[in-house]
């Protein structure tokens, strides 16, 4: 009889997957007797052993039955089909699959081959000094956490230091069973979607709103209303009759937007929270970094209701692949989040929660906060000064006092002019993005989101000076409103007089 | 006027507290004037720029108003009512939070306090050499890792590891794009429920089911099957003529009961899934130790037609509070999985994957396993070997060839017996955890589920020993099948000559 075998591994592994293969290929069919061991070893030139142990594999597996004085036989197994490849593209099978497949993240990814400058919003700030804190913090933490299933709701130590931070920082009144530890704000919307909303149900987001909520309150099925904002925030006049179940708010510093909630939309939106007994998800993502005052109190601290679902990340504060954040629940949920986090995951991995507890305690994590403000305070300020200086007519700049990014608002521009001002600057090595993909409804101003986090002060200067270069080439002549050109002219070449030209 | 300061952190803080209680409590009401800041400092004893920098943030919150060359002003700001403690109990907020709730995780839980020896299954080796080289694998991981949001399906380099960790070890073919890491068996089954089943949808599992995805498809909404299993595994003649959307099972090991899937029952249950074009979700949670053989290749390394749903852990490999996992999608599925894990979380944590890339490349995990294998071959062996001697007549024992627990079966015992021999237990510092609630029947044979992963071999050997004397104490007099004693009999006290005493 003939053997394959394919050199991979042991040899009794070898023989084994030969072995299997004839069977399920159905060149050895069911019945057939083997050789014995003893032939087959002399036949392949291989040790009786190698060959008991095969045959011992295989009859374990069920491949081979032996019979006592009578030799070993091919059990009765089917011959199986070669293997089929399935399509790639098939209907989706569920609503859930199909509204997944309809979220877009193509504009919120990064810039990709070419580009030196990269402006995208939640780049992290890269600090070495960061990285070996860390470091050393997870191989600590690694030496002493406990192995075992954690608790679904988050290390206890990590509760605490939580409770404590948010005390001191953003006026939360919280203890730690009101805090569960997840993964990122993106799992704590999506388990708040599973505690709070059936399929169909109203979710209120500020227009325009972050599309990592955006995405999971739309993939889990819910209505999404979308809710006004101005230079104060939500428009709380403005909120709908009939109350959607939950509001999703980002009050210190509304994405993409950067405005600051006013305090007495604040307090109006709590009213209106507790008198339709809806809940409020503050999304309080980069809330740390605020640079003309300390940074302000959350809408927590002055919920007196407890209608306030509060949700932290360290993806800003430190760096996104982290994906550890946590929720601050109001009492009346608290026993349906931790059974939601519970079911979903059974809780987030603990070296890296009990490395973030001892960062909290011990100070690291402020001490990085300052720093990493003192640093972003003067990449803005560059920025800032930068678009003053090489596109200053053209430029209208929101959400300069906190956070890591600024919306600027173009001048004269409308999208598709704002989209050939995105492609002349592609071709430069420069990366930027629209505000408009992160409107619901298409929005009547064309602008840029500009993150700064992840370029330094040199890398800045020199992007705000290609930046400032662009926009003279695209921007109308005359700066005049909505200087609509017609649609073929919004195409890559731009309008300048220089073609664009690669660095 | 009256300003209590805490005495918490900076001074200009604590004033700037003080105020803002003031202000919420009414004591401060809108449109009241504020004392000049020199006359504040001289009041309060402070700086006056402790007093500038407490206006000035207060100014910026909103909270107060300044009037040039008038001076400042409470702003209109409404008092805010006392804080309210919201209630803890509630109606659930919706379908899923009432299934969440009723999901009922004491029976899988730890021992607790005045346990000495804990069988509860799920418990991790404990291995200072496995911490110490994990340790230096996220430290070296810490160090290069890309700070940056992930790749949603998992990092490049861990899904190549795994796939040739498949491909060698559980005859699974697998290319990277059909890879998606995960945080665990938990959330791949949670991820499997959104993408495959919409809320009342049958889910096949097997009686009994594993109770972590039972708790995930419950909670979901899906309609749970019992599929009746044997000592070959699930019975595939019995399979419902019209098939549930998912069928999970555990074909290595079954969970509990520890039987293997035999090789035509495989081949059956995937005929059976093409044939009606549902998923098979194989849960491959600790295949990696098996005792008599190599271990068995996985149900997906038959699977022609491509409906097998492969999920791993390192949960039982490595240890549980590491939360990663991975999932071997069909390529009809890729697209609506990766889609679902992006809207889930954004991704696993990256160190910990980098980590476990390197871990696995450089042949840390296989070290591991090998040794790891032979520490619990060695305390398995140890158990059956007490269990033969200490209740050798009383006992039964299934699923002794592979995994980290025993299913012992109690010659004798009903459910109230086996109750009495657990609480006859627990009051000698032995944690015994009943087979019966793992069922979503009420089994005909009482046993219990023995987990030997998280004690030594000397700590087996006592634990045995005492296992022994409680179920002679707790055992009908003469082993006949089921002599039912009245519930009477069922309580903690037992019934043999001794009372039970603490050890």
């Given at each position: ?90 209907e989706p099978p569920t609503r859930y699959a199909a509204r997944a497949r309809s979220v877009d993240f193509r504009p919120f990814k990064r810039g990709g081959e070419g580009i030196r400058w990269d402006m995208q919003v939640g780049e992290p700030m890269t600090d ?204 009346a949920l608290r026993r349906d989040f931790g059974a939601a986090k519970r079911i979903h995951d059974f809780g987030t991995p603990v070296i890296e929660q009990a490395a973030m507890a001892q960062f909290i305690a011990d100070g690291s994590f402020e001490r990085h ?63 930027l993005y629209p505000i408009a993909p992160h409107y619901l409804a298409a929005p009547r101003r064309a602008g840029l989101l500009l993150g700064y986090a992840g370029l330094s002060v040199r890398e800045l200067e020199a992007a705000m000076q290609v930046l400032g ?35």
């Amino acid at each position: 009889m003939q053997v394959d075998m394919d050199g991979r591994g042991p040899r009794h592994a070898q023989l084994a997957r030969a072995l299997r293969t004839a069977i399920l290929g159905g060149r050895l069919r069911a019945g057939a007797r083997l050789p014995a061991t003893r032939n087959m070893a002399s036949q392949l030139n291989l040790s009786r052993n190698t060959v008991l142990s095969a045959y011992e594999q295989l009859r374990v597996e069920g491949y081979l039955r032996a019979r006592v004085g009578s030799g070993t036989y091919v059990a009765d197994v089917a011959a199986a089909k070669p293997r089929r490849q399935s399509p790639l593209a098939t209907e989706p099978p569920t609503r859930y699959a199909a509204r997944a497949r309809s979220v877009d993240f193509r504009p919120f990814k990064r810039g990709g081959e070419g580009i030196r400058w990269d402006m995208q919003v939640g780049e992290p700030m890269t600090d070495p000094a960061l990285f070996t804190a860390w470091r050393r913090a997870l191989a600590r933490a690694a030496l002493y956490a406990d192995p075992r299933y954690p608790d679904a709701t988050g290390l206890p130590a990590l509760r605490e230091a939580l409770c404590d931070y948010l005390g001191r920082r953003r006026g939360v009144d919280a203890e730690p069973a009101d805090v569960v530890v997840v993964s990122g704000t993106q799992q704590a919307i999506g388990l708040t979607a599973r505690v709070l909303l059936e399929e169909g149900d109203a979710a209120g987001v500020e227009e325009p709103p972050y599309f990592g909520i955006r995405a999971a309150l739309w993939a889990h099925g819910a209505r999404l209303i979308p809710l006004v904002t101005d230079t104060a925030g939500l428009i709380t006049d403005r909120l709908p009759k009939r109350a959607p179940r939950i509001i999703c708010v980002t009050p210190a510093n509304q994405f993409p937007s950067g405005v600051v909630m006013s305090l007495p939309r604040r307090q109006a939106l709590l009213r209106y929270a507790s008198a339709n007994r809806c809940w409020i998800v503050e999304d309080d993502y980069d809330s740390e970094f605020r640079y003309d005052s300390e940074p302000l109190p959350a809408l927590r601290s002055i919920d007196r209701d407890d209608r306030v679902i509060y949700v932290g990340t360290f993806s800003k504060t430190l760096f996104p692949a982290l994906r550890l954040g946590y929720l601050v629940v109001p009492r009346a949920l608290r026993r349906d989040f931790g059974a939601a986090k519970r079911i979903h995951d059974f809780g987030t991995p603990v070296i890296e929660q009990a490395a973030m507890a001892q960062f909290i305690a011990d100070g690291s994590f402020e001490r990085h906060i300052r720093k990493a403000s003192a640093t972003l305070r003067a990449r803005r300020e560059l920025m800032l000064e930068g678009l003053r200086a090489h596109a200053g007519e053209h430029v209208e700049v929101s959400g300069s006092h906190a956070g890591m990014h600024l919306a600027v608002w173009l001048r004269g521009f409308d999208q598709d002019r704002c989209q050939a001002l995105v492609d002349v600057a592609r071709a430069k090595g420069l990366a930027l993005y629209p505000i408009a993909p992160h409107y619901l409804a298409a929005p009547r101003r064309a602008g840029l989101l500009l993150g700064y986090a992840g370029l330094s002060v040199r890398e800045l200067e020199a992007a705000m000076q290609v930046l400032g270069e662009c926009i003279r080439e695209t921007a109308p002549r005359v700066t005049r409103p909505t200087q609509s050109p017609g649609p073929e002219s919004g195409g890559s070449r731009g309008r300048g007089a220089s073609a664009p030209r690669r660095l």
